[in-house]
């Protein structure tokens, strides 16, 4: 077969060359975005977008949409990434609306956008959000759920001057201790070591899974979790840590300054103050850690998250009410185990650094207690009711109304009238007469209630999936209009994250020069492998013969 090929073909015809390689790309990201455009079909969608910097340090943006499909399944895909040289709300809109009118997808067709609350994007006035609102009033905002739990956990802790302190000393540690090859294989060795030892002594439990290799992390703002995951290996590795910084400190080829870096930073680890700000930290991030997974889904819904943000508030109004005494007995055997000394809790603290008489006098458990326990949490209960107040709006009260949970206990068929009016444009009769969705709420919740089928759902998500499998939503076409606008609605842009996550694969350090369009092209049928696996290799070949004349046919 190869010889007849070779015998067949012309000398000069290539298929090998980068151009025709980049070619082929090309035919499978179109052929996988127009699968995509062809599954949104003619339904309303939400766009998710952000902006990351690649290797080579350009600035580039990627579009997701999301929408409901013909099974009632909420939908994330990646619609495209484009290198923006200008990051002001006005670049960014005419880019969006430049992806969108390559896919012929109306603004008008837009019902949500979510990003991840930097400022040239939410800006009340001139922002992204604001621009966009101006061309579409019904595109409605919602700020990234995940990002703002970050940045009220740990931007606002950092507004106490020992929290602010902790994470100084953290990322120096992390800086000094694995700035080196050397350093880092002697932790791990010491950490080795003493695992070892705790195993034989029965400090240890042994089993599959458990005792696993670990190592500093290096936190960053921009991944969620980060912070929660230094912290606690800092804890683990505590001992071990400190030997490597003792080591440092007896190294004498080492220069002063690195010396006294070491010195200074062993002697903070073995303070109190550090270790109080440690464990409270971890304390609360440990609390918000499973909802900031959470919030992390695909599927997830703007009822879940609230839910999820409420009870993390519940969550720390219950520690700051009774969890003093429980995080001060872990933090005194802490500082038995590691030779800390414990403050007396009735003496008289003093700032380090202070000459005495220039002090308020108070005590030691007064500056802890309450200059340190109860403001960090009410600074994270203050943030979290500020940045989540969506949740006061008369939009967020109307959403809950749909939730089916518990036999549809939520259900209130004034709000979800309320809700329609939102959408105006999706429901027009409204705004003169609300008899026909009154009368099909009435007839909706009714069969909904004594229907076995729809008796267990969890979420939205699950009723909008059901009423479609159960052939619901051709008979109540107004209820699953406003169920599927609802769904639309971002909660967090994870889909986005994740885009850059291959980003950063596909465009790497040997790779530096990769063109954007062919990064572009690279990337959608990486990230959408499913959509991609589907499609025939028939109709790439077809796609890739049009794209411009060839001396042969595959």
């Not at 909008?464 to 909660?491: F, N, R, W």
Request: proline content about 2%; charged content about 25%; overall charge neutral.
């Amino acid at each position: 077969m190869k010889r007849v090929c070779v015998e067949k073909y012309p000398g000069n015809l290539k298929l090998v060359t980068s151009d025709i390689q980049k070619d082929i790309v090309s035919a499978c990201a179109i052929e996988t975005t127009n699968s995509i455009i062809k599954d949104l079909g003619d339904s309303l969608f939400s766009i998710l977008v952000d902006e990351a910097r690649d290797v080579s340090s350009k600035e580039q943006m990627a579009v997701v949409i999301r929408y409901v499909d013909k099974l009632g399944h909420v939908v994330e895909r990646l619609l495209g990434i484009t290198h923006v040289p200008n990051t002001t709300a006005t670049s960014l809109k005419e880019e969006i609306e430049a992806i969108l009118a390559k896919h012929k997808l109306s603004i008008s067709r837009l019902r949500g956008q979510g990003y991840d609350g930097a400022s040239n994007m939410q800006g009340e006035f001139n922002g992204l959000k604001a621009l966009i609102l101006k061309g579409n009033e019904y595109a409605y905002y919602v700020h990234c759920f995940a990002h703002q739990l970050q940045l009220a956990l740990v931007g606002v802790a950092k507004k106490n001057m020992n929290i602010s302190d902790l994470f100084f000393l953290v990322t120096n540690v992390v800086n000094v201790v694995g700035g080196s090859c050397k350093r880092h294989d002697i932790l791990q060795e010491i950490q080795l070591a003493k695992i070892k030892e705790a195993l034989e002594n029965g400090e240890l439990s042994n089993g599959q899974g458990l005792n696993q290799e670990t190592t500093l992390k290096r936190a960053r703002d921009t991944r969620w979790s980060s912070h929660y995951r230094t912290l606690v290996s800092l804890k683990y590795m505590f001992s071990s840590i400190l030997d490597v910084l003792d080591l440092i400190v007896k190294d004498m080829k080492l220069s002063s300054d690195q010396w006294h870096e070491a010195h200074n930073l062993l002697k903070s680890l073995q303070a109190f103050e550090f270790t109080f700000s440690l464990h409270l930290m971890i304390s609360l991030l440990e609390i918000t850690n499973e909802l900031s997974q959470a919030l992390q889904r695909k599927d997830q819904d703007i009822v879940n998250a609230m839910t999820l943000v409420r009870i993390l508030k519940q969550r720390l109004q219950l520690m700051r009410d009774n969890g003093w005494n429980s995080l001060l007995d872990d933090i005194s055997s802490f500082c038995a185990k590691h030779d800390i000394e414990v403050p007396n809790m009735v003496d008289t603290y003093v700032v380090p650094g202070r000459v005495r008489r220039h002090v308020d006098k108070r005590t030691v458990l007064h500056h802890f207690q309450v200059e340190l326990f109860f403001q960090v949490i009410d600074l994270q209960l203050q943030e979290l009711n500020s940045r989540f107040n969506e949740a006061n709006t008369e939009l967020l009260l109307c959403v809950a109304c749909l939730n089916p949970s518990d036999s549809f206990y939520a259900f209130d068929k004034e709000k979800l009238i309320r809700l329609s009016k939102f959408n105006l444009k999706e429901f027009p009769e409204v705004q003169y007469s609300t008899k026909e969705l009154d009368n099909q709420l009435e007839t909706y919740i009714l069969d909904m209630r004594s229907n076995t089928h729809f008796v267990n759902l969890k979420g939205i998500g699950d009723l909008a999936e059901k009423m479609v499998d159960k052939g619901k939503h051709a008979l109540y076409p107004l209820v699953y209009k406003l169920i599927t606008l609802v769904l639309i609605l971002p909660v967090a842009t994870a889909t986005v994250e994740r885009a850059f996550s291959a980003m950063k694969i596909l465009k790497n350090r040997l790779r530096n020069r990769m063109s954007d369009q062919f990064m572009a092209d690279c990337l959608i049928p990486y990230v959408e492998k499913d959509i991609f696996g589907n499609i025939d290799d028939e109709t790439i070949m077809c796609r890739f013969q049009k794209m411009r004349p060839r001396q042969g046919s595959l």
